[in-house]
């Protein structure tokens, strides 16, 4: 079970990394609150035909007494996840986008440390080495040598601490809430804060949406609904220490992306970080692998 919660959150990954280019191309005409506002209604609209999809399986679990509500508990995600999108959002008006990747992704660290001084959690050795690597690995994936610091980068890392409070916020409710409905009210709250924000300081226009309508399609259906629905349902089977790790490759995937459909061209520096990332990764699941067998 714990592999297929991996493959889950890889998967996730991978759909965030490739969202990368449609927010890219997505935000030519657009502002980022009024694309944040369009692709969260589409994803909301797809979590919902899921919801209604799934109503089967979910009175089987109320007649078994197993079922437990995810509205709730998805306010609170959603809640989150405005701030940490959001601030992300802003800082990248005062930074680059690689120091924002690379900031953000200290979750990788952060994840872990509070797991452990908060939740009590045990972090394996193999945990940190794996965590090590992958920090060092996007240091030269996404800054390039860069280590000036600025105010964006100060917002940055608040969104960082957001994207942690979130992951270790659906770590507590994941393995009993109902999936679907935490996805669902956390993308409605997304999305009406998205909107909002739209209304007061942008100026949203229907044709420009239209004319962006693959970038919101793949950014809402794709990352806001299915990829996030799956790290809700990948992370009931994994760790937060690992999950954060796993979800951590969404800056591999986007930087492959943007080389593959961009054509933005990827340093020989580069390629090495990835591989650290990549090593990271392996050394985690080695890990893991090696102590449930010496647990049998």
Same mark, same amino acid.
């Given at each position: 079970?714990q592999?297929?919660g991996n493959?889950m959150l890889l998967?996730?990954?991978?759909?965030?990394g490739?969202t990368?280019?449609?927010?890219?191309?997505g935000?030519?005409?657009?502002?980022p609150?009024?694309y944040?506002g369009?692709r969260f209604?589409l994803?909301f609209?797809?979590l919902?035909?899921?919801w209604?999809?799934?109503r089967g399986?979910?009175?089987q679990?109320k007649k078994a007494?197993?079922?437990?509500?995810?509205w709730?508990?998805?306010i609170g995600?959603g809640g989150?996840?405005f701030?940490?999108?959001s601030?992300q959002?802003?800082?990248m008006l005062y930074?680059?986008?690689?120091?924002t990747?690379f900031?953000t992704a200290l979750?990788i660290?952060l994840?872990? @440390? %509070?797991a452990?001084f908060?939740?009590?959690?045990? /972090? =394996?050795?193999?945990?940190w080495?794996? &965590?090590? @690597? %992958?920090v060092v690995g996007l240091?030269?994936?996404? /800054? =390039?040598?860069?280590?000036?610091?600025? &105010?964006?980068? %100060?917002?940055?890392f608040?969104?960082?601490?957001?994207?942690?409070?979130h992951i270790?916020?659906i770590?507590?409710? %994941?393995?009993?809430a109902?999936?679907?409905?935490?996805s669902?009210?956390q993308?409605f709250v997304c999305?009406a804060?998205?909107?909002i924000?739209?209304?007061l300081v942008?100026?949203?226009?229907?044709?420009?949406m239209?004319?962006?309508?693959?970038s919101?399609?793949?950014?809402g259906?794709?990352?806001a609904?299915v990829a996030?629905t799956?790290q809700i349902?990948?992370?009931?089977?994994?760790?937060?220490a690992t999950?954060?790790?796993?979800?951590s490759?969404?800056?591999?995937?986007g930087a492959?992306?943007s080389?593959?459909?961009?054509?933005?061209?990827m340093?020989g520096v580069?390629?090495?970080?990835?591989?650290?990332?990549?090593?990271?990764?392996l050394i985690t699941?080695?890990?893991?692998?090696?102590?449930r067998?010496?647990a049998v």
């Amino acid at each position: 079970m714990q592999m297929r919660g991996n493959i889950m959150l890889l998967t996730a990954a991978f759909i965030w990394g490739t969202t990368f280019v449609a927010q890219m191309t997505g935000m030519d005409e657009l502002g980022p609150f009024s694309y944040a506002g369009a692709r969260f209604f589409l994803g909301f609209l797809f979590l919902i035909g899921l919801w209604l999809a799934t109503r089967g399986q979910r009175e089987q679990r109320k007649k078994a007494g197993t079922y437990i509500s995810g509205w709730k508990a998805g306010i609170g995600a959603g809640g989150i996840m405005f701030l940490a999108s959001s601030t992300q959002q802003v800082a990248m008006l005062y930074t680059t986008a690689g120091k924002t990747a690379f900031i953000t992704a200290l979750y990788i660290v952060l994840v872990p @440390l %509070a797991a452990y001084f908060l939740l009590r959690q045990r /972090i =394996h050795a193999w945990n940190w080495a794996g &965590a090590a @690597l %992958a920090v060092v690995g996007l240091y030269f994936l996404s /800054i =390039h040598g860069s280590i000036s610091l600025n &105010a964006g980068d %100060a917002i940055v890392f608040s969104s960082a601490l957001f994207w942690t409070a979130h992951i270790l916020f659906i770590d507590h409710f %994941a393995a009993t809430a109902d999936a679907v409905e935490i996805s669902a009210m956390q993308i409605f709250v997304c999305m009406a804060g998205s909107l909002i924000a739209a209304f007061l300081v942008e100026a949203p226009a229907i044709q420009p949406m239209l004319d962006s309508w693959f970038s919101i399609f793949y950014g809402g259906v794709m990352s806001a609904g299915v990829a996030f629905t799956l790290q809700i349902v990948g992370q009931k089977y994994t760790r937060p220490a690992t999950a954060s790790l796993l979800m951590s490759f969404e800056a591999v995937f986007g930087a492959v992306s943007s080389w593959i459909i961009l054509g933005e061209v990827m340093s020989g520096v580069q390629i090495l970080g990835c591989a650290l990332m990549f090593g990271g990764i392996l050394i985690t699941q080695l890990g893991s692998c090696f102590s449930r067998r010496q647990a049998v």
